[in-house]
């Protein structure tokens, strides 16, 4: 397909692309809290919660945009490796939450009386430091990152390429 041929995502794509972007940006706030003020780790469980949606609706997602990868603009070299970074940090985050939190065998993660991750037999230490390592520093890449492809998709818009249309729909 070429550049101009594409006119939108598809809806689905559209759906997980904003409402995956609402969660980030709730993930941004609590850990914006948790930095002001130990206090607000009350707020640990929605991190959570919101953490493993994440990574179901990410999987999904990916799926999704490969199934339809003949289906999507044609991107600079640099656009497709931004978006494949996101992708990667959209899944290996939640991830090594997930896995500390079912490694640390400190019991489930348990909403509305709902097992969102059941917790090990017995302490998984590889899981744990992998967790203590990783989550929170590629947490923040992420951010960083999300912020990034913000500030380029406004960039290209104000350019005139009108790239907001596509994710906004016909
Ligand atoms: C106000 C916030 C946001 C705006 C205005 C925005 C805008 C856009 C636009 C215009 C595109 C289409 C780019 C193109 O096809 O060249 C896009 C794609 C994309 N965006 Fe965002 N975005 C936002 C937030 C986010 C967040 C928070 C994430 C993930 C952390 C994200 C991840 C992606 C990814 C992975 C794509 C590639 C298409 C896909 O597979 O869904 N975006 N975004
Ligand atoms: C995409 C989803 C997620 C993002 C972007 C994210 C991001 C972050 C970030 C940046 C921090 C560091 C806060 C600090 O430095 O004080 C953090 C902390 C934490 N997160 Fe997540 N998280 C996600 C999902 C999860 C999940 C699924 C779990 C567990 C089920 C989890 C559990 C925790 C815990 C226990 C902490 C405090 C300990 C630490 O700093 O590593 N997170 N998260």
């Excluded at 972007?21 to 941004?28: H, I, Q, R, Y």
């Excluded at 603009?73 to 899944?91: C, E, F, N, R, W």
């Excluded at 290996?92 to 991750?117: C, N, S």
Aim: charged share 15%; net charge positive; aromatic share 12%.
């Amino acid at each position: 397909m070429k550049q101009d041929d594409f006119y939108a995502y598809g809806t689905i794509s559209r759906l997980l692309h904003w409402s995956m972007a609402l969660c980030f940006f709730f993930m941004m706030a609590t850990v914006i809290a948790f930095k002001i003020d130990e206090e607000y780790y009350s707020l640990m469980i929605y991190h959570k919660v919101t953490g493993v949606l994440l990574l179901a609706l990410g999987a999904f997602r990916l799926l999704w945009a490969m199934g339809n990868r003949k289906n999507r603009p044609h991107s600079a070299l640099p656009v497709k490796l931004g978006h494949a970074l996101l992708y990667i940090l959209m899944l290996t985050v939640p991830l090594l939450g997930a896995l500390r939190q079912y490694g640390a065998a400190k019991g489930a993660l348990e909403f509305m009386g709902v097992t969102l991750i059941p917790a090990a037999s017995s302490k998984v230490d590889s899981f744990v430091s992998l967790g203590n390592q990783f989550h929170g520093e590629l947490g923040i890449a992420l951010f960083v990152v999300m912020i990034g492809h913000i500030a380029m998709a406004v960039f290209h818009q104000i350019k005139g390429e009108k790239i907001m249309q596509r994710m906004a729909g016909r």
